[in-house]
Each structure stands twice: as C-alpha cells, then as structure tokens.
C-alpha cells in the first residue's frame, strides 16, 4: 500500500518565480494537508483540502494558494518567491470521513530552496 | 493562543537507558495529542496519539506517553533506547477544525550514545 507520494523531491527557484508541489495521498484518504518546515523548526500548518475545497488555512500569506482534484491528489503553489520560503514542504493526508482527520500521515517532502 | 513547548533541543542518551522527551501545551478544550518521529530525509511517523481515556496511552516502537491536565503536559517515554531511536521527535496539538489542524513544538534532536 503506497503512502504519500511527493514531488519533486528537491528544485531550486530563484526570488520572484513560482513553484508547483505535487502530493498523491494514502489510498482511502481524502483529506490533504500541506505544512512548511523551515530548518530546525517545527511543520507550520498552511492549509487543509477536502472534498476539492480548502477548508482551514494557517497564517500564510495569499501566495500560498493550493488545489485538490477529484482523485484527491492535491498541489501546491506559491507566487512571488521570497527567499524566506526556502524550506522542506510535506503534504500529509487523512481521512475525515473516518474520523481520523488529526492522524495524519506525513510524505518525505518537496525541499525548496530559493536563491 | 494555542502552542506547543518542547523545552529541550538536544538529548543524548545511552543506549539501553531510559528517555524522557518533554512536552507542554496550551490549549482552550481538551486536546488532541500526538507525536512524530522524523529521520533524516523522511517524513514524519505517528509515535501515538491520545484522544480520550486513559491518560497513558502506548505506541509504536515501545513508546509510551501520559497526558496530564493539571500539568498542561503530554511526555513521551521509553524504558530502553536503541541506536535506532536517534532522530527528532516533535508533540503536536490538534487545532482547528475538529482538531485536524495540528500545530507542532520545535522539536527534540535525540542522539543515543554507545
């Protein structure tokens, strides 16, 4: 049973482009969530998609934005890169339909570095 | 505001000795609980999590934890480390929605000692 795929695993941006994650869930999940983990730090919450809608959003700014497509699989996108987005992104999947929403399970993540 | 503390960076244990990771909360209602376990370049893995019940609850990997309310705590235990064990551990509390939102401490770097 594959878990949670991501990709890519590494790319490097330069300040100002735009970046696209990708993050295939758990079979039989439904709910993606997508954190930052900047070095040394904790993951920091961005947002959660469900039923192909965002339904919780941390405290990131608009250029985080994201999507989940019918198959559940889910992107996502940061505009305008700043040097301070430079950090591992991990997508994690769960399922709320179980009842299960807060156990997630976590990907190997996409390191972005920006320059 | 809701958070997680883990107030130690760096442990270094012996291996075969017994681990303490510390972790302290705030949070309005009765929390969610968890932690993860994260290896170098991997994600990260479910230790255990507490919901309800009983206030000691185990995990994967001889990992135990007992949520104390009074204490506004939540630490990890294991009775003897392998070298296997090294890595970072990180607490989190369910936040948002249903608890599904998890905001997590900074980490606790476990080295094991031979």
């Known amino acids: 049973d594959a878990g949670v795929t991501q990709s890519p695993t590494h790319l490097i941006k330069t300040r100002g482009q735009q970046v696209t994650l990708r993050c295939s869930p758990k079979s039989g999940h439904d709910t993606v969530s997508w954190y930052q983990q900047a070095l040394g730090q904790g993951p920091q919450f961005i947002f959660q998609y469900y039923e192909e809608e965002e339904r919780q959003r941390g405290n990131f700014p608009d250029r985080f934005s994201g999507h989940q497509f019918p198959n559940y699989s889910s992107e996502l996108n940061v505009n305008a890169l700043l040097l301070g987005d430079s950090a591992l992104y991990l997508c994690?999947?769960?399922?709320?339909?179980?009842?299960?929403?807060?156990?997630?399970?976590f990907g190997a993540g996409s390191r972005l570095t920006v320059l | 505001a809701q958070s997680v503390t883990q107030p130690d960076i760096h442990i270094t244990v012996s291996e075969g000795a017994s681990l303490e990771l510390r972790c302290n909360y705030s949070?309005?209602?009765?929390?969610?609980l968890f932690w993860y376990v994260q290896s170098p370049g991997q994600g990260l893995q479910l230790l255990l999590k507490y919901f309800s019940g009983d206030t000691l609850v185990q995990g994967i990997k001889g990992f135990e934890a007992e949520f104390k309310r009074s204490q506004s705590s939540f630490n990890l235990r294991k009775p003897s480390v392998h070298w296997s064990d090294a890595a970072e551990y990180f607490c989190?509390?369910?936040?948002?929605?249903?608890?599904?939102?998890?905001?997590f401490g900074k980490g606790t770097t476990l080295s094991v000692s031979s």
């Open positions: 949070y309005g209602a009765t929390p969610y």
């Open positions: 989190a509390v369910g936040a948002g929605q249903a608890g599904t939102a998890l905001i």
């Open positions: 994690a999947s769960s399922s709320l339909l179980q009842g299960l929403g807060g156990v997630l399970t």
